[in-house]
């Protein structure tokens, strides 16, 4: 997993092949799962993104809902919304669509809490509020319009969307549905397999640690995978430091396969995990995943000190990941776009290339809203920081070292390499 480039992991749609004009006929309603596609441009350009979702309506047109907008398919040619109708949609993002069998089209946004009816070339746009991102919109045998969104699930009666109260107390969860048991880490990873069509997964991560599982019967759940031949690697997510030394523990002691990255939330605005986390990393070969880089889109640029909120943003549906000390965040914002008037690139850019110079980390993974964004956080991985600068981003952005960290970089600096090394470049 170590490598000498970080890589730019795309968080984007399904990836499969082309829609064909033989799809033309099916039912309506119908979701046609094998014809998905990543950042299609139909024989006029137009760019079709990363496809979220495809249905087919009554009159035999293929709807495709992806990271650059709605589009309809004729069987010849993909053409925009913006194009078929003057209506304009709440948001480019579409994660999901459904098809009525009265003409109507449904469309979920993954950036919004909400929907949009499409009825002829008009769109009626429906709110739910506190929903974060739609997932899926569905429809029962007896008609009902069911949606999953992040957060909430919501059912439509009498012309309204209601919230479906769910009781994790009350809802049936049974001990293997969740967590890191040997049952329900092999029924998930068959299950996957089964979903994506293939017969191995390249790197099969935990998202969680699991407190009521001994580590032992994790561990070796993952080695019997790997042995089987159903997962090359595998890997671990949002856990302590000490709860991945423990694993690797397990691991060498038992003869089994152990994990080789660690996917963390680390930006100029969480640098929690430089106390600990990537200390053993680079100590034990795990590698580092680094998700949420421009934390939730507050280091792209677009959020200033005393200037208005961005119109659109995820943060207006969804908190940023941890505790915000909006000060602290102004104050990094504003080197991010000092360096990055002087380079000529963006603040995004900048945030990323941060991130990608630091110790131990390999990869990072970005989530781009459309194709635009897309690019522009790519090209962050053909140039670098210089060493002036990252340094000014690190004393901008520093925290306070928590105990023992400080101590041990107060005190025995001539047993601690590190240390040491840090004292004599402040000098």
Not at 149 to 176: C, N
Not at 374 to 380: E, G, P, Q, V, Y
């Amino acid at each position: 997993m170590k490598s000498n480039t970080p890589l730019l992991v795309i968080a984007a749609g399904l990836l499969a092949a082309g829609v064909t004009a033989q799809a033309r006929g099916a039912e309506p309603s119908r979701v046609v799962p094998d014809y998905t596609a990543t950042l299609w441009a139909d024989a006029d350009g137009h760019p079709v993104g990363a496809v979220s979702a495809i249905v087919q309506d009554r009159d035999g047109y293929l709807w495709v809902g992806s990271t650059a907008g709605l589009f309809r398919f004729d069987g010849v040619r993909f053409t925009p919304w913006t194009q078929l109708s003057d209506a304009r949609l709440p948001a480019t993002w579409v994660s999901s669509l459904l098809a009525t069998a009265d003409g109507g089209l449904w469309v979920g946004f993954g950036d919004q809490s909400t929907l949009a009816h499409i009825t002829g070339r008009a769109a009626e746009v429906h709110t739910l509020p506190g929903a974060g991102p739609v997932a899926a919109i569905l429809q029962d045998q007896d008609g009902t319009l069911w949606t999953v969104a992040a957060f909430s699930l919501f059912h439509r009666a009498g012309g309204q969307w209601m919230r479906v109260p769910v009781s994790r107390d009350t809802a049936e969860v049974r001990v293997h549905d969740v967590g890191l048991s040997r049952k329900h880490l092999i029924q998930a990873c068959e299950a996957s397999l089964r979903r994506l069509r293939t017969d191995y997964l390249d790197l099969y991560i935990c998202h969680e640690p699991d407190m009521l599982v001994a580590v032992d019967e994790t561990m070796r759940a993952y080695d019997d995978l790997v042995r089987q031949g159903k997962v090359r690697y595998v890997g671990c997510s949002n856990h302590s430091a000490w709860h991945v030394m423990k694993a690797l523990a397990v691991s060498e002691r038992r003869g089994l396969t152990r994990y080789v990255c660690h996917q963390v939330n680390y930006s100029l605005i969480a640098r929690e995990v430089e106390h600990e986390i990537i200390p053993l990393g680079l100590d034990q070969s795990v590698g580092l995943m680094a998700w949420s880089p421009l934390h939730a889109g507050l280091l792209s640029g677009k959020f200033r000190r005393d200037a208005p909120r961005p119109a659109v943003s995820r943060l207006n549906e969804l908190d940023a990941p941890g505790t915000i000390d909006f000060e602290r965040v102004y104050r990094i914002v504003d080197v991010l776009v000092d360096i990055a008037r002087a380079r000529e690139v963006t603040p995004a850019q900048v945030a990323l290339n941060w991130v990608m110079c630091k110790p131990g980390v390999d990869t990072v993974i970005i989530g781009a809203r459309d194709e635009a964004q897309l690019r522009d956080n790519l090209t962050a991985a053909t140039w670098r920081l210089s060493p002036e600068e990252v340094t000014r981003l690190d004393e901008v952005s520093a925290l306070p070292e928590p105990y023992p960290i400080w101590h041990q970089h107060k005190f025995g600096i001539e047993r601690n390499p590190t240390a040491a090394a840090r004292q004599r470049n402040a000098q």
